[in-house]
């Protein structure tokens, strides 16, 4: 056998091994078959870079309008959203017709938060549906009102895309709901179905993330304003924009933002490679999934416990403690949504020292009950079991982690910020909060990295502060998105920390935003065991 050949299998061999994950011999020859698990995230990440770049520079403040950056970035996520559309189309088909061929005959496995997902994307799915019919509207108006003029075609353009855009979310959310417990087998179909709806869900959340870091959500921005012509000038005159779209993009924005990032965490889900084997009956104390089976064991196991030992309270009794807890912990933050909803009308004044110490409370608060929970579960601490997570994206140590250090950092940066610019006293508030909110995450990171490694009917013995972290991080996981999308249009503080600002600022935002709802997620999933 000549060399030239030798290296030639050897180099097939290799690519068979990097492209054959979950390999099968097929054929008389016994040769390898890819799943097309590893070939499809490779495409699916070359092209999420190529997208990543290509909408940092479209939509950059020198080249948005002025080179036409804008229309050709709408037709890349027209274009991804009609494909995407083709591939859940074709995800059902396979679903319905041909369960046998695409799909596990093992039961599934239900997780207690996945009916809490769907639950929040179908109403952020709603809210994107009725954003994008809204601008359709608009795009239509102005389309009537220039249609004689140059480059007016760019507003039928959009009023399709967006026609796109509102079916693939409305369409997506619908399909998610139906097949988010399924479980696929590993085929090459399944592989880019998923990966194509994954590209989509990446670049829908990169377009609305440079959006608002370039702040053209709200308004215009002012160097382009002299220099626009009247076509482009239409939608931002438009009195639907002004009047309905303008007072409700503080929160349509982030919602559509956050709808892109759960649809992204539960499509990297439903990839079979990510499916961890069934638990069985003897691994009851350490179920991370709630299916009825499991439940049973844990449920009765723990009643009659709590019944020896006396702790059993009846569900009426727990039901007012639930009530309670969740009320405190609302009324809690209501102070701050006050000064939060003021400070969002234009004739208010900015209510910084108020907005500060209303913010203060809540988070000593949180440190409070987090070194309670700490205190609570100081003799349950001997029994921490590594083997006990399931690990998926939102149950993710290593990425809880991560994004507790964009907290970390997000606070040390304004922190400093506050230190250099001192001379008001809202700015010392300013930095108390900050050193108040590192010590918070601290503690809650690692009170809810040990709880997850403890057996569930400890859950049971702390369930109202769970309960109260639960409440508030979800809280704290809206406030954060606001105030990113407020903090976009304020340049002021670009002047001290540097005209590279709002782009980290929007990426640490994105961190701190995903570590309030990891959190939120975690820990409801405790109250749930």
């Given at each position: 056998?000549?060399?030239?050949?030798?290296?030639?299998?050897?180099?097939?061999?290799?690519?068979?091994?990097?492209?054959?994950?979950?390999?099968?011999?097929?054929?008389?020859?016994?040769r390898l078959k890819g799943d097309g698990s590893i070939s499809s995230i490779i495409v699916s990440s070359t092209l999420i870079g190529a997208i990543f770049s290509y909408f940092w520079e479209s939509e950059s403040p020198t080249s948005w309008y002025m080179q036409n950056g804008y229309p050709?970035?709408?037709?890349?996520?027209?274009?991804?959203?009609?494909?995407?559309?083709?591939?859940?189309?074709?995800?059902?088909?396979?679903?319905?017709?041909?369960?046998?061929?695409?799909?596990?005959?093992?039961?599934?496995?239900?997780?207690?938060?996945?009916?809490?997902?769907?639950?929040?994307?179908?109403?952020?799915?709603?809210?994107?549906?009725?954003?994008?019919?809204?601008?359709?509207?608009?795009?239509?108006?102005?389309?009537?009102?220039?249609?004689?003029?140059?480059?007016?075609?760019?507003?039928?353009?959009?009023?399709?895309?967006?026609?796109?855009?509102?079916?693939?979310?409305?369409?997506?959310?619908?399909?998610?709901?139906?097949?988010?417990?399924?479980?696929?087998?590993?085929?090459?179909?399944?592989?880019?179905?998923?990966?194509?709806?994954?590209?989509?869900?990446?670049?829908?959340?990169?377009?609305?993330?440079?959006?608002?870091?370039?702040?053209?959500?709200?308004?215009?921005?002012?160097?382009?304003?002299?220099?626009?012509?009247?076509?482009?000038?239409?939608?931002?005159?438009?009195?639907?924009?002004?009047?309905?779209?303008?007072?409700?993009?503080?929160?349509?924005?982030?919602?559509?933002?956050?709808?892109?990032?759960?649809?992204?965490?539960?499509?990297?889900?439903?990839?079979?490679?990510?499916?961890?084997?069934?638990?069985?009956?003897?691994?009851?104390?350490?179920?991370?999934?709630?299916?009825?089976?499991?439940?049973?064991?844990?449920?009765?196991?723990?009643?009659?416990?709590?019944?020896?030992?006396?702790?059993?309270?009846?569900?009426?009794?727990?039901?007012?403690?639930?009530?309670?807890?969740?009320?405190?912990?609302?009324?809690?933050?209501?102070?701050?949504?006050?000064?939060?909803?003021?400070?969002?009308?234009?004739?208010?004044?900015?209510?910084e020292t108020e907005w500060e110490c209303c913010a203060i409370i809540p988070i000593l608060v949180l440190i409070c009950l987090t070194f309670r929970g700490f205190y609570a579960i100081r003799t349950e601490i001997s029994s921490i079991n590594d083997n006990r997570i399931i690990g998926n994206?939102?149950?993710?140590?290593?990425?809880?982690?991560?994004?507790?250090?964009?907290?970390?950092?997000?606070?040390?940066?304004?922190?400093?910020?506050?230190?250099?610019?001192?001379?008001?006293?809202?700015?010392?508030?300013?930095?108390?909060?900050?050193?108040?909110?590192?010590?918070?995450?601290?503690?809650?990171?690692?009170?809810?990295?040990?709880?997850?490694?403890?057996?569930?009917?400890?859950?049971?013995?702390?369930?109202?502060?769970?309960?109260?972290?639960?409440?508030?991080?979800?809280?704290?996981?809206?406030?954060?998105?606001?105030?990113?999308?407020?903090?976009?249009?304020?340049?002021?503080?670009?002047?001290?920390?540097?005209?590279?600002?709002?782009?980290?600022r929007q990426a640490l935002f994105s961190l701190v935003c995903f570590y309030r709802f990891q959190a939120f997620v975690c820990l409801y999933r405790m109250c749930r065991l």
């Open positions: 056998m000549s060399m030239r050949k030798i290296q030639a299998i050897t180099l097939r061999k290799i690519a068979i091994s990097m492209f054959a994950v979950g390999n099968r011999l097929e054929g008389r020859l016994l050709r970035t709408l037709l890349v996520i027209y274009c991804l959203g009609f494909s995407s559309i083709v591939s859940l189309v074709g995800l059902l088909l396979v679903v319905k017709y041909k369960p046998s061929e695409y799909l596990e005959t093992t039961p599934n496995i239900k997780d207690p938060v996945s009916k809490m997902l769907n639950v929040f994307l179908f109403l952020f799915g709603i809210c994107v549906v009725v954003y994008e019919l809204i601008n359709t509207i608009i795009d239509i108006q102005c389309y009537n009102e220039v249609y004689n003029l140059p480059n007016s075609g760019n507003y039928m353009i959009s009023t399709f895309g967006r026609a796109i855009e509102a079916t693939f979310a409305f369409l997506q959310m619908i399909v998610i709901v139906q097949i988010s417990e399924k479980r696929f087998r590993r085929k090459t179909a399944i592989y880019y179905f998923i990966s194509n709806i994954l590209l989509t869900d990446v670049a829908m959340w990169f377009f609305t993330l440079f959006r608002i870091m370039y702040g053209y959500v709200s308004t215009l921005p002012a160097n382009l304003t002299m220099t626009s012509t009247t076509v482009e000038m239409c939608y931002w005159n438009s009195s639907i924009r002004s009047n309905i779209l303008q007072p409700m993009n503080g929160i349509l924005i982030p919602v559509q933002q956050e709808y892109s990032l759960i649809c992204i965490c539960i499509l990297i889900n439903m990839f079979p490679v990510y499916y961890s084997p069934r638990p069985t009956a003897t691994d009851r104390d350490s179920i991370q999934y709630n299916d009825q089976t499991m439940e049973s064991f844990s449920t009765e196991g723990s009643i009659s416990s709590d019944i020896r030992e006396g702790r059993y309270k009846s569900p009426k009794s727990q039901m007012v403690k639930r009530i309670l807890i969740s009320l405190f912990s609302i009324l809690m933050f209501l102070p701050a949504g006050l000064v939060l909803t003021m400070r969002g009308f234009q004739y208010s004044v900015h209510l994206l939102l149950n993710n140590d290593v990425l809880f982690v991560m994004s507790s250090a964009g907290q970390y950092a997000c606070e040390v940066l304004i922190l400093s910020y506050s230190l250099y610019t001192q001379g008001q006293t809202y700015m010392y508030l300013r930095s108390l909060k900050s050193v108040l909110q590192i010590i918070h995450v601290f503690y809650q990171t690692i009170f809810v990295l040990i709880l997850k490694r403890l057996p569930c009917n400890v859950y049971k013995k702390i369930h109202g502060i769970l309960l109260s972290l639960l409440i508030s991080n979800l809280i704290l996981w809206c406030f954060n998105e606001i105030l990113a999308f407020n903090m976009s249009s304020d340049g002021d503080d670009a002047h001290y920390v540097g005209t590279d600002w709002p782009t980290v």
